[in-house]
């Protein structure tokens, strides 16, 4: 199965400043990634679509342009927190659609902004 | 829509008894059912999945799930509990067999007693 990494597993940043999240599929060709938010001790709730190559899908009520999305090649997508705040730490994980109808989830991603 | 209902945020078994977390869905077509295990801090573990065919599915680590469409339930079952179980699981339910981009539940908590 697909080895999904994310980096950095965990990082504080001030408030205002912007933060950038990186999910790399280490030995499968993703052309879609996937973006979650989970906040402690709730589920995963989808954010959007990353799609390789055009612009990424997001869902109902995820602000686009603060939560940048670009997937330059095949193994890798970013988010970028723009301008974040402390309502936006949370614990963010990106996962790859497998071939064989299986996703494979990176290990996450802690934010938290102060 | 789809969703996900997971009823019981909290259960708590003794080591070595057997387990039952409940899941029931919405979803106008066929379902395609998961289970995932998470530990704190880390990413997601798929457990098992239903697509078709035999509606008891065996996954890993001695789990397994039925699917009944009667009921709209996908419940997990472990006969006897290890203590390494303690963790917060996740159902979730998938639009086709793009597993990437699923509705999870709320999740439950697992506690195993000595």
């Known amino acids: 199965g697909a080895v999904v990494s994310q980096h950095p597993s965990w990082v504080i940043c001030k408030s205002g400043t912007s933060?950038?999240?990186?999910?790399?599929?280490?030995?499968?060709?993703?052309?879609?990634?996937?973006?979650?938010?989970?906040?402690?001790?709730?589920?995963?709730?989808?954010?959007?679509?990353?799609?390789?190559?055009?612009?990424?899908?997001y869902e109902q009520g995820v602000e686009k342009d603060k939560f940048l999305i670009n997937h330059a090649s095949l193994t890798l997508s970013t988010l970028t927190?723009?301008?974040?705040?402390?309502?936006?730490?949370?614990?963010?994980i990106c996962s790859v659609q497998g071939e064989d109808t299986e996703a494979f989830f990176g290990q996450g991603t802690r934010l938290t902004v102060v | 829509a789809q969703s996900v209902t997971q009823p019981d945020i909290h259960i708590t078994v003794s080591e070595g008894a057997s387990l039952e977390l409940r899941c029931n869905y919405s979803?106008?077509?066929?379902?395609?059912?998961?289970?995932?295990?998470?530990?704190p801090g880390q990413g997601l573990q798929l457990l098992l999945k239903y697509f078709s065919g035999d509606t008891l599915v065996q996954g890993i680590k001695g789990f397994e799930a039925e699917f009944k469409r009667s009921q709209s339930s996908f419940n997990l079952r472990k006969p006897s509990v290890h203590w390494s179980d303690a963790a917060e699981y996740f159902c979730a339910v998938a639009h086709n067999t793009n597993a990437g981009k699923s509705t999870f539940g709320d999740g439950t908590t697992l506690t195993v007693k000595p």
């Not at chain 1, 927190?81 to 963010?92: C, Q």
């Open chain 2, 27 to 39: 979803y106008g077509a066929t379902p395609y059912l998961f289970w995932y295990v998470q530990s």
């Open chain 1, 19 to 57: 933060v950038k999240i990186e999910c790399r599929s280490l030995d499968f060709q993703a052309t879609t990634m996937f973006w979650y938010r989970q906040f402690p001790k709730q589920s995963l709730m989808l954010m959007a679509t990353s799609n390789e190559g055009s612009k990424a899908t």
């Open chain 1, 81 to 92: 927190v723009t301008s974040a705040h402390p309502e936006d730490s949370s614990f963010y």
